[in-house]
């Protein structure tokens, strides 16, 4: 089974606060997902590879690191996108693919509706991201369209898990790592989770209210 991390931190706490509140405007709320999601980058690159570099200080050469592994970070639009400022703000080398995607309102089952996936896919080390894993559909189904394209080494990172999401995930794809930054109660009869924090892409894009 792949590996589950829930990050602990007071910063991350405060951000997901901010998020679950109705009261937070688009611009507010938008903000925060960037902030939140540099702080799950930061815990989803613990396994980044390094290699060793020479430098010189001032006074004599000694051995650092620079990063060894090709980065590709893919939001599952729409609300993915606001997690990717977050990620590449740490590797700006980073590739960004874009998957789209958007739940059948009736059924809760992804339909795609676009891709562009850098071509080095296969040799490099992906983050997925989307705020949130409801049945864990989009996840799944993005993941896998990204295996067929040859990615071997895939994480998942989102900011409000369900059970029910995890539960799919981790079953569909046992070798992919799971970061958020909250496990939730439940989905409820509309598959959002609860308490939730609504609609990720609706609130940061501001297309509602
Ligand atoms: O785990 P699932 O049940 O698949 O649900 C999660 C998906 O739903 C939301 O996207 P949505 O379909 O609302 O599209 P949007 O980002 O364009 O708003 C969210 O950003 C995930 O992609
Ligand atoms: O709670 C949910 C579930 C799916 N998508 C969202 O944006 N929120
Ligand atoms: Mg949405």
């Given amino acids: 089974m792949s590996s589950l991390t829930v990050v602990d931190h007071p910063l991350l706490k405060r951000d997901l606060t901010i998020l679950r509140s109705r009261e937070t405007p688009h611009g507010a709320f938008r903000k925060t997902v960037s902030d939140a999601a540099a702080i799950l980058a930061y815990e989803a690159m613990q396994e980044v590879d390094l290699k060793d570099k020479t430098i010189e200080t001032p006074l004599e050469s000694t051995t650092g690191y620079e990063i060894a592994d090709e980065v590709i970070v893919v939001p599952i ?8 400022d ?10 960004v693919g874009h998957l789209g995607m958007q739940r059948d309102e009736e059924t809760y089952d992804p339909v795609d509706y676009y891709s562009n996936i850098p071509d080095t896919i ?13 049945t864990g559909g989009s996840a799944s189904f993005a993941i896998e369209h990204l295996k067929q394209r040859g990615a071997e080494r895939i994480h ?5 898990a369900a059970p029910e999401g995890i539960e799919r995930l981790q079953s569909d794809h046992s070798d992919v790592p799971i970061v958020t930054a909250t496990v939730d109660r439940e989905l409820d009869d509309n598959a959002f989770i609860r308490p939730g924090l609504g609609d990720a892409g609706d609130r940061i894009f501001g297309t509602t209210g």
């Fill in 77 to 84: 639009m729409r609300a993915g996108l606001g997690m990717v």
């Fill in 86 to 95: 977050g990620f590449v703000r740490f590797i700006p080398e980073a590739r």
């Fill in 156 to 160: 998942f990172a989102c900011l409000v």
């Fill in 122 to 134: 296969s040799e490099a080390r992906v983050f997925v991201v989307d705020p949130m894993l409801a």
